[in-house]
């Protein structure tokens, strides 16, 4: 069964301190690896899709990274705004093309 | 530039009530999805279309039913609401099926009694 793993569950940063978010995944033939922003009341905005190991995307400070296990969500001196609950999901091979969601990351910026 | 909206927002509804929530999307999208989102737990699929006139179940499809008769609205019915359903309900769209990302609604919070 495919599982995708969010650690840690709370973050509290201050503002201006950079840190990483994990998601560990066992999806049968891994063809996508999405990040997604969730603000209070609001549904998953998009943010990014990692296809393979060794790829990176950016924006603005944040910085997605995709190995063979495990994908990281790094900030970069982040901001209030930046505070949301991020998720991440997985999508298998075809035959296997829904998504599995980890239970998000809920990260708070201190001014 | 909509995207996906769903209504109600809010609802709240005793057990053993019918209700339907709405889903449209002006993306072109031909795939549509539900899901339930409840604490400590992931996103999970309730039913999903890959086109007008299909459905196919999900991951907890027990107690809903869906509907897709025009390509932009994907509709999600409980035809006998049970506490266990209350949960926040997203619906999203894509482009297509697999690795392209899908894109959520604001969800309707839903509460049975």
């Known amino acids: 069964e495919d599982q995708v793993t969010q650690s840690p569950e709370a973050l509290r940063l201050q503002e201006g301190e950079s840190s990483s978010l994990n998601c560990s995944y066992t999806v049968s033939g891994l063809r996508g690896l999405f990040w997604y922003r969730q603000d209070p009341g609001k549904g998953p905005e998009f943010l990014f899709t990692?296809?393979?190991a060794g790829e990176e995307k950016e924006k603005e400070r944040l910085k997605a990274t995709l190995t063979k296990k495990e994908s990281f969500l790094h900030i970069t001196a982040p901001k209030p705004e930046d505070s949301a609950t991020y998720l991440c999901a997985g999508v298998g091979d075809f035959g296997n093309e829904k998504l599995t969601f980890g239970t998000g990351t809920r990260l708070t910026i201190i001014p | 530039n909509a995207g996906v909206t769903q209504t109600p927002k809010f609802r709240v509804l005793k057990t053993g009530q019918s209700m339907t929530l709405l889903c449209a999307q002006d993306?072109?999208?031909?795939?549509m999805y539900w899901y339930r989102q409840d604490p400590g737990m992931g996103l999970r699929l309730i039913h999903y279309s890959v086109g007008e006139g299909t459905t196919a179940k999900g991951e907890v499809p027990d107690g809903y039913n869906v509907s897709r008769l025009k390509k932009q609205n994907f509709l999600l019915g409980l035809e006998s609401a049970a506490p266990s359903q209350t949960s926040v309900y997203f619906c999203a769209s894509s482009y297509l099926l697999g690795n392209q990302p899908q894109h959520f609604g604001d969800g309707t919070r839903l509460s049975i009694l």
């Open positions: 990692l296809y393979s």
């Open positions: 993306m072109n999208h031909e795939y």
